[in-house]
C-alpha cells in the first residue's frame, strides 16, 4: 500500500484511499451458563474478569472513535456478546453522555454451528468431547464432524458463507456511504472467536491447524476499509482480506 496519509491517535497507519477504520471485540470471558446451566435466567454471562475486560476494552474503544460521530454497535444474539456490547455502550456514555450509542444484533455473528433451532445439539456434543478428552474443534474444522451430524451441524463452508456474506453486506454499506459523501458513524463489531477466524481463512491466511482462537476474550482488533480489501491488525499481525 502507498500514498502514506497520517497516523491516528491509536497509532494505524491512514491511506489516501482509506474509507473508514471499524473495530472488532470479542465478547470477555464467559462461563458459558447460556448453553449449560439450565436454570441460566438469561441475565449476566460474564465471568469477573470478562466484565473487567469488557471495560478495559471499551476504553479503547473510547480512544479510537471519531466523537463528533454516532456509535453503532453490531453484537450477536449471544448473552456473552450482549452483555460485553452493553458495558461498552454504557461506558462510553458515561465518558460522553453527549455521545449517540445504538446497538443492533447481526444473527451472522452468532456462535453456533447447528442449523435452524438445534443449538443444544452443539452444547451436547461440547459435553460429550470434554468428557472423552477428544477435539471437537478439530473434527468440526476438518468437516468430520459435519459428515457425522450433516443433518443438524452446519458445515465449516456453511458458516463461513454467512460470515462472509454479512460482512460483505456490511462493506457495501460503508462503501456507498462513502461514495454518497455521507459521514460514517463509528462502527464496532463484538463478536466470537469464529468470525474473525473465518473471514482470514476464507481468504487464504496463514492460521495455525491447530490454533483457532486467534483473537483473546475481550481483545480489540483494527479493520480498516478500502475500496477493494480490508486490513485487519490484531496484536504484532497484519492481515490482508481482498473483499
Sequence with gaps: MENLKESNESGLERYEDLIQEILFVRHGATGYKEQFDKNFDGGNDLKEIGIKQAEDASVLVDDFIKKEKSVKIFTSPRVRTKNTANIIKDKLQELDPKIEVKLSEAESLINTKTQGDAVDVWTMLMD?????????NKEYYS???????????????????????????MLRIIRKRDELDKDNENVVLVGHNETLNLLLQDNGQN???????????GEVAHMQIYPEYVIVKYGEQEYRIDM
Excluded at 492460521?207 to 476474550?217: A, W
Design 207 to 217: 492460521l495455525s491447524e491447530n490454533d483457532f482462537r486467534i483473537i483473546s476474550t
Design 143 to 169: 468437516g468430520e464432524l459435519n459428515e457425522k451430524h450433516g443433518d443438524v451441524i452446519e458445515s465449516p463452508f456453511d458458516q463461513s458463507e454467512r460470515v462472509k456474506q454479512s460482512f460483505v453486506k
Design 128 to 136: 460429550d468431547y470434554m468428557k472423552t478428552g477428544a477435539d471437537m
